[in-house]
Each structure stands twice: as structure tokens, then as C-alpha cells.
């Protein structure tokens, strides 16, 4: 199982070198171009060009590995399919999946912010479900990748020669990701926040922060699986888990029955709340029940 994790780390390495003169292109470009998905969320032309890159070089280099790209899956005609139970479990039936998120953060890239990431994932199949074996996430905007590399992460400078194996290293002021729509969630649910939020416009970005230690945790619960594979890739090796926001458990797979049965509307979309903090935390530590708060 190593060998093809190496390799999917070192392919996408190669990939992301290739696309970031590109993308730092459309950077600099005074305008971005974009058009809403039918979910509402924005395309441009660059997503689809990493996205298309990544994916004719990872299909041609890893045979019989199916690959998911959040664009392919907007524009695949997913409402023929009658069951999402059954779609999902057929790309969840190989030994190995690929997941791409080929810019994450579109709207920030577009209006010229810098939190933005290139996120790549492969997969393993456990028991019903999948979790992350290795996983690369990229940041244009200071040049950096990170990657999984046995059962640690490196950090990388894409242009400079800086390469270092790095710890999470929790930083003093308490901050957590959390979206707004899981934030008006929490608060319609008798869920509050140990701590201020913040919300970049990533989810990749908030994540890849939880994992280094920038920030205290991340609430998920409306992001797609591809913008959680990649970061929990790097979470696995930074002492993180992810705990279900009900039950506490850690999770351990993803299965058909955590993502949307809506395939039209929210393919590939969490259904169930979840909390990636570090192992040593608790759930209370960062999100309490309002209601048991008051006794
Ligand atoms: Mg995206």
C-alpha cells in the first residue's frame, strides 16, 4: 500500500509545480471570469484547467483508479441516477480512490484574496467507506504545499528549496473554522462555540489550519468530500481526528450514508456534522450543547 501512496504523493507534487505558473497567471490577471454552478457556487476557467490536468495525467498514471473532480461531478448528469446510496458505493467499491478539489476557495481566488488551495487525496476502501492514505494540499498565494510523506507531513516551498517535516504547533489564540451555514445550524440546534470563529472562504484552508495548529478546530458539516480527503490526509499525521458533533465517536470512514442523497443539489455533500480537532481535545472544548450548558 506504501508504494502507491509515494506515488500519488510524488505524481501530484509534480502536477501542482506544473500548474502554478498558471494559476499565479490568473492571479495577476486584473479580471477572473466566473459563472455559478447549479449549486450556486462559482467555476472559472482555471479550475477547470487544473482540474482537467490533474486528472488526464492521474487516470493515465494510475489505471483503474477511479478519480473524482468537484467540476466533472458538477457537470456529470448525476440526477439520471436513482439511487445515491448505490452511486456512491460503486466509486467507494475500489481498493483506492482519487479526490480533487481544483481550487477551493473560487470565490476568494476570484475577488483576488489569497485564501485559496489545490487539494488531491487518494483514498483507501475500509469496511463500507473510505478514508484518506495520502493527500497534497497546495497554497499558490505563498507558494507552499503540504503532503503527506510516510506517517508524517512535509512542508514545501514549490519555488525555494525550503523542505521541512513539520509538528502541529498550537498557537495561543483560540480560534475555530466554522461556515456560516453550519454556524446558523449550530445555533438553530442548541449547539455554541467555545471560541471565536473565523471563516476564510476555503474550507481546505481552515482545515489545513486545524491541522497545523493555526486554529483550535474545524466544524464541517456542508463541505464536499473533496474539500475534507486532502486535509484529513495531513490531520491522520498531525495528531487530529474527526469526531462525529452527536455521537463524539471518532470517525473512521467515510460511508454512502454520510453524503447527500440529493444528487442534483449537493452531491458528494456531508450530511452529518463532524469536528476535526486534535486527539487530545474534547468535543466540549470546542462546541457545547447550549441547552446541557444551562443545566
Ligand atoms: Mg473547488
Redesign the pocket.
Known amino acids: 500500500m506504501s508504494e502507491i501512496r509515494e506515488d500519488f504523493v510524488e505524481r501530484v507534487r509534480q502536477l501542482v509545480r506544473e500548474v502554478f505558473p498558471m494559476v499565479l497567471r490568473a492571479v495577476a490577471a486584473a479580471s477572473r471570469e466566473a459563472s455559478a454552478k447549479a449549486d450556486g ?1 462559482l ?1 472559472t476557467e482555471t ?1 477547470c484547467a487544473v482540474e482537467s490536468h490533474f486528472v488526464k495525467a492521474l487516470e493515465r498514471h494510475f489505471p483503474g483508479v477511479p478519480v473524482l473532480g ?2 466533472m461531478s458538477a457537470s456529470a448528469r448525476l440526477s439520471e441516477h436513482a439511487d445515491a446510496g448505490a452511486y456512491y458505493a460503486n466509486f467507494m467499491s475500489s481498493p483506492h480512490q482519487i479526490i480533487i ?6 470565490k476568494n481566488f476570484v475577488e483576488g484574496k489569497r485564501e485559496f488551495c489545490i487539494a488531491a487525496a487518494l483514498t483507501a476502501r475500509v469496511g463500507e467507506g473510505i478514508w484518506p492514505i495520502a493527500g497534497v494540499v497546495a497554497v499558490p498565494n505563498t507558494g507552499m504545499i503540504y503532503y503527506t510523506e510516510g506517517g508524517f507531513v512535509r512542508e514545501e516551498s514549490v519555488v525555494g528549496e525550503n523542505s521541512v517535516i513539520i509538528e502541529r504547533r498550537e498557537v495561543a489564540e483560540p480560534l475555530m473554522s466554522v461556515s456560516s451555514k453550519d454556524r446558523w445550524w449550530l445555533a438553530t440546534n442548541g449547539y455554541s462555540l467555545a471560541h471565536p470563529w473565523i471563516s476564510s472562504g476555503s474550507s481546505v484552508h481552515d482545515f489545513l489550519g486545524t491541522c497545523v495548529g493555526r486554529l483550535r478546530g474545524s466544524v464541517t458539516g456542508t463541505q464536499r468530500l ?1 474539500d475534507l480527503m486532502a486535509p484529513l490526509a495531513l490531520a491522520n499525521n498531525l495528531g487530529c481526528v474527526l469526531r462525529d458533533l452527536a455521537t463524539g465517536d471518532c470517525v473512521t470512514r467515510i460511508t454512502p450514508e454520510h453524503l447527500s442523497p440529493n444528487l442534483e443539489r449537493r452531491a458528494w455533500g456531508l450530511e452529518r456534522k463532524m469536528v476535526l480537532l486534535p486527539a487530545h481535545a474534547t468535543l466540549a472544548e470546542l462546541v457545547r450543547r447550549s441547552d446541557a450548558e444551562q443545566g
Open positions: 457556487s467555476v479550475d468537484e467540476e478539489d481544483p481550487i477551493d476557495g473560487t473533496w
